[in-house]
């Protein structure tokens, strides 16, 4: 799996799922950087088969709309420190590729992970 990490996630996410072997893109690493509009996110996200990483809810709306971008992540563990944030998507990583094997839009919680179809 490919991903592109949203602006409001931590640079860190990206490095962290790099050392796991993950291509990943983080909104930083564009031209625009933190000001890349959910439009160009989307376009690039459907263009290179990319999921997203947000915690945007707008992107909610454009799947559930629109179904773009193809995939999406939604974190939903509200505000919690990057240090736990690192630690989940390193606890997690291996069973978020095995849901979007099957799935196109998954939430992240705190606690568990939602399956949207």
């Not at 990490?5 to 640079?11: E, K, M, N, S, T």
């Not at 000001?35 to 376009?43: A, K, N, P």
């Not at 997203?52 to 919690?80: A, H, M």
């Not at 590729?97 to 998954?106: E, G, K, P, V, Y």
């Amino acid at each position: 799996m490919i991903y592109l990490v949203d602006a409001q996630l931590p640079y860190l996410l990206a490095d962290v799922l790099r050392e796991k072997g993950y291509d990943v893109i983080h909104t930083d690493d564009l031209p625009d950087k933190d000001e890349t509009s959910d439009s160009v996110i989307r376009e690039l996200a459907t263009r290179q088969n990319r999921i997203v990483i947000t915690k945007d809810t707008d992107f909610q709306d454009s799947y559930l709309l629109f179904k773009k971008p193809p995939q999406l992540l939604l974190v939903t563990t509200g505000n919690i420190k990057n240090r736990r944030l690192l630690d989940l998507f390193r606890q997690t990583i291996a069973a978020i590729d095995t849901l979007f094997a099957q799935h196109t839009f998954i939430e992240l919680t705190n606690e568990d992970f939602i399956v949207h179809e």
